[in-house]
């Protein structure tokens, strides 16, 4: 077995089972480990304290599979963890046949990342170690998920820091239709695994999503006609279509994408949703808010769920700049006694600085806001609490008072 051994002092982020080794802790490597090999990581006096996979060319030396010295890193290991997390999922698919079945480190499967979308997987590979596995790991999707095809869609950035290139295809069974449909909360969607972003639909907002609804229906009930919507960055229309399950009376949703918004309105068609209840518009959503503020346009809900600004802390200022422009110009939209739900898929910014962002637009916007309530990723995304890194999605509500 090849030892990574840790610079002095630098075991202490691994005894409280942080799962990753980077270069900068590491002293030395007893031997010449493959890309992706098994190796144990040690302090520098000697002492056990992870089974990892490496990676040579990574900032990120070593990702831990577990820190149980009596565990054997091998296809039963792998199987055991799948089970696992797939047995933690299955009361999902009660309400929803979208669900992501595994999450990377939250799962002991660091740089693996696999959502079900029906009788599909599509299974990121973005570390090394798992990709070592792949085949086994395929073989073991297989046996316990009753799909007819594992599609691959490991082309991230993450694997060109692993030192992997991109594969998208099919890497078992049969080729997923062109559009997977989906049912989540009794609303429809389809969903393009082999262009869309990330693996094909933001499958993290289920919860945000139903709270949409839900205010929507709360709204109704309470004023005794539809809420007039707008929904910002709206991809594939995932809020618009929740807005209008929800008997919202009008939704614009504003994306800079043609093909996105062309599968949101089919999105809305294959729900049987009236075409003079949503609005789809192709628009830069910087300049669309700003025009929108100036025509003097007023909405009793503003949905703001922007891509990732801040790929990193290099960008972290940059981004900061961005979520306050649009959040202040968005603040702007909101009726009195109206609600703005505004999120970060930012890994980079963490929950206080993007609350602190979004009060300075509060401040700006000269309205009185309050926060109902944080929000995040559904329970399929769980956060690994040695980890804190994992927690990339965030949302706040707020009410406009």
Not at 4 to 20: C, D, I, M, Y
Request: with cysteine; aromatic share 8%; glycine share 8%.
């Amino acid at each position: 077995m090849i030892d990574l051994v840790l610079k002095k002092g630098k075991e202490r982020s691994l005894l409280r089972r942080h799962p990753w080794v980077y270069d900068t802790a590491v002293q030395k490597v007893m031997g010449k480990p493959g890309l992706g090999e098994t190796v144990r990581v040690v302090s520098n006096d000697g002492r056990f304290l992870a089974w990892a996979a490496y990676s040579q060319e990574s900032t990120i030396r070593a990702r831990c599979w577990s820190f149980i010295e009596s565990d054997c890193i091998n296809k039963a290991w792998f199987e055991e963890k799948i089970a696992k997390a797939l047995r933690a999922r299955k009361r999902l698919f009660s309400r929803t046949s979208a669900v992501r079945v595994i999450f990377g480190e939250a799962d002991q499967l660091p740089g693996l990342v696999v959502d079900q979308y029906d009788n599909w997987l599509v299974a990121q590979f973005q570390a090394a170690g798992v990709e070592a596995w792949k085949d086994d790991i395929a073989d073991i999707l297989m046996r316990h998920c009753d799909v007819q095809g594992i599609y691959e869609r490991s082309d991230a950035a993450t694997r060109h820091r692993e030192g992997l290139n991109e594969i998208v295809g099919v890497l078992r069974g049969l080729e997923p239709p062109q559009e997977i449909e989906i049912v989540e909360d009794r609303v429809r969607y389809g969903v393009d695994v082999r262009h869309g972003h990330k693996t094909g639909f933001y499958i993290d907002q289920r919860e945000n999503r139903l709270l949409a609804q839900r205010l929507a229906e709360q709204f109704r009930a309470l004023h005794g006609r539809g809420m007039r919507a707008l929904n910002c960055f709206c991809y594939t229309g995932g809020f618009s279509l929740a807005l209008l399950a929800g008997g919202a009376e009008e939704v614009i949703s504003v994306d800079s994408s043609a093909d996105a918004l062309a599968m949101a309105k089919r999105n809305a068609e294959r729900n049987g949703f009236s075409a003079d209840r949503a609005q789809w518009l192709q628009a830069d959503v910087f300049d669309y808010l700003r025009q929108a503020r100036d025509q003097g346009e007023q909405f009793d809900l503003v949905i703001l769920d922007p891509p990732k600004f801040a790929s990193n802390h290099r960008h972290i200022d940059r981004a900061s700049r961005a979520y306050k422009d649009i959040n202040l110009n968005g603040l702007r939209l909101v009726k009195e006694g109206g609600d703005l739900l505004t999120f970060s898929c930012s890994g980079a910014m963490d929950v206080d600085l993007f609350q602190k962002v979004i009060a300075g637009a509060v401040i700006d916007s000269k309205r009185e806001a309050w926060m109902i309530t944080r929000l995040g990723a559904g329970e399929d995304h769980p956060l690994m609490m040695t980890c804190p890194e994992g927690e990339y999605l965030k949302g706040l509500q707020l009410t406009l008072r």
